[in-house]
């Protein structure tokens, strides 16, 4: 790319692009952004900015929280809560609903997160990210839980950033997928490649294979399938990666293609799997979706799932539009 755009050209670009997007919604952005950047240094601080390790608490999902998922919950709630434009947030590590203080003015914005995807590998210097959704908050006064409990098909920005061997920032507002790498020297995000497309074929999958002897028949027998290789029904031979950051597997996918499967399991089988579906699947969904690939809960779009709670849990099979297909057509229809 000859000119260097950054995300606040390109944010402004696309406010003028038939007023795509509402200016509250690109200070949203902006304001993310930010505060993805924010984390990014504590991250690259580590053992020295005293940031790893346990918080010795749990979150309302009975899960152990890491000092880095409570201190990327704060940055993102301290950086959002005064600007405006939003009305309310929830996050993976919150119980419930963040009202904007009435201290602040309220914007007609709803920002969700997971602070910190991939907790398991803070502490091994691997690859994380945060992933943000964006819903606009319905009519109405006040907020309220239900406000938040729209389907994914309703999101109006949708992202994360990656704390990888770089920072990236990968956005959608609805017109593609676009990537931006943050410039340290400059402490802006640099767009890098717009219109990402996600090829439709693949011979590549991540799943935890470690729970294999607990999946449903349909992923047991698509997972059989690949790894029969080139003498099997597939008639050519798969590569398998599993990172357990969800953020650094769907970006292996935004950039070379793949599928990634979260299905439900026989360990809970009161769950509808171990993903979130409104600050994981659904923003992931839809970045997916915006790149050419596709994103079903193995019965239907993820995005078309009428969430019936905050902390909602979904089965996730994304990427690759031919591979996620035929995964889901494996499944029972009833
Ligand atoms: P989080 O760190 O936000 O709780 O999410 C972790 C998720 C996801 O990022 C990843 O794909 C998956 O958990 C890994 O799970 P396993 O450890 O069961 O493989
Ligand atoms: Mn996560
Ligand atoms: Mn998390």
């Known amino acids: 790319m000859s000119q260097r755009i950054s995300l606040t050209r390109y944010l402004v670009e696309q406010q003028r692009v ?10 949203l952005i902006e304001v993310v ?44 709630v301290e950086a959002n809560e005064w600007g405006g434009h939003l009305a309310g947030m929830a996050s993976e590590e919150m119980d419930g609903i963040y009202v904007v203080p009435n201290r602040y003015p309220q914007g007609e914005y709803l920002l969700l997160f997971d602070p910190l995807d991939g907790s398991s590998n803070i502490d091994v210097n691997v690859t994380i990210g945060t992933i943000f959704s964006v819903l606009k908050k319905p009519e109405g006064p006040g907020v309220s839980e239900q406000d938040f409990l729209q389907p994914g098909n309703r999101q109006v920005a949708a992202g994360y950033c990656l704390y990888g061997p770089q920072t990236t920032l990968v956005l959608t507002v609805g017109d593609g997928v676009a990537m931006f790498t943050l410039d ?20 590549e999958f991540a799943i935890n294979m470690s729970n294999m002897r607990h999946w449903a028949a349909p992923v047991v027998r698509y997972v059989q399938e690949c790894l029969a290789g080139q003498d099997g029904p597939r008639g050519k031979d798969f590569n398998m990666r599993w990172i357990a950051s969800m953020v650094a597997d769907v970006h292996r996918i935004l950039t070379r293609g793949g599928i990634f499967l979260y299905p439900w ?31 079903t ?16 849990r979904v089965s996730v099979i994304l990427g690759s539009r031919n591979e996620v297909e035929r995964v889901t057509g494996y499944h029972p229809t009833v």
């Open 265 to 295: 399991d026989k360990r809970e089988p009161d769950k509808p799997g171990k993903l979130r579906l409104m600050y994981e699947a659904n923003p992931m969904g839809w970045l997916v979706e915006q790149a050419g690939g596709a994103a």
């Open 184 to 203: 340290r020297e400059q402490g802006s995000f640099v767009l890098v490649q717009e219109h990402m497309r996600i090829p439709e074929d693949t011979r």
């Open 18 to 27: 038939d007023g795509h997007i509402p200016s509250q919604l690109r200070l």
């Open 33 to 76: 952004a930010r505060a993805c950047k924010g984390i990014s240094q504590a991250v690259n601080k580590g053992a020295l900015g005293g940031v790893l390790g346990s918080a010795g608490s749990e979150n309302v999902q009975g899960e152990m929280q890491k000092k880095l998922d409570i201190i990327a919950n704060e940055v993102l």
């Open 297 to 312: 809960n193995g019965k239907q779009r993820i995005l078309d799932v009428q969430p019936a709670k905050l902390h909602e």
